[in-house]
């Protein structure tokens, strides 16, 4: 099992910063890579951004590319998600997610695990 709590959220202005955390616990060494989704009132949870446990690759939603940064502290097992220029559409509820991977010759199996989340309201 992985825990993840996540913190850093809050009430901002339009174009103001914020910096997520998501700290990791348990059974962490086999996770594959982190993530940061959210959850905006009526909509659909969406990916943020990711990055790999290997070599660091990050991915990023169109949505926030070259404002947001996604990055990793081994040695704190934390995930970090550095907002800038927020704007209001980016106000939602922001949720870290871990992944766990197994391949296999034929298949792959994956475990999810969440935190419970931190708000993010962006003021216009």
């Known amino acids: 099992q992985v825990q993840l709590v996540e913190s850093g959220g809050g009430l901002v202005q339009t174009g103001g910063s914020l910096r997520l955390s998501c700290a990791a616990s348990g059974d962490i060494f086999t996770i594959s890579a982190m993530g940061w989704y959210r959850q905006a009132p009526g909509k659909q949870r969406e990916l943020v951004a990711t990055i790999t446990s290997g070599d660091s690759k990050t991915n990023y939603s169109n949505s926030v590319k070259g404002r947001f940064t996604i990055s990793r502290d081994n040695a704190k097992n934390t995930v970090y998600l550095q907002m800038n220029s927020l704007k209001p559409e980016d106000t939602a509820h922001y949720y870290c997610?871990?992944?766990?991977?197994?391949?296999?010759?034929?298949?792959?199996?994956?475990?999810?695990?969440w935190g419970q989340g931190t708000q993010v309201t962006v003021s216009s």
């Open positions: 997610k871990a992944e766990k991977l197994r391949l296999y010759t034929d298949y792959e199996e994956r475990d999810d695990y």
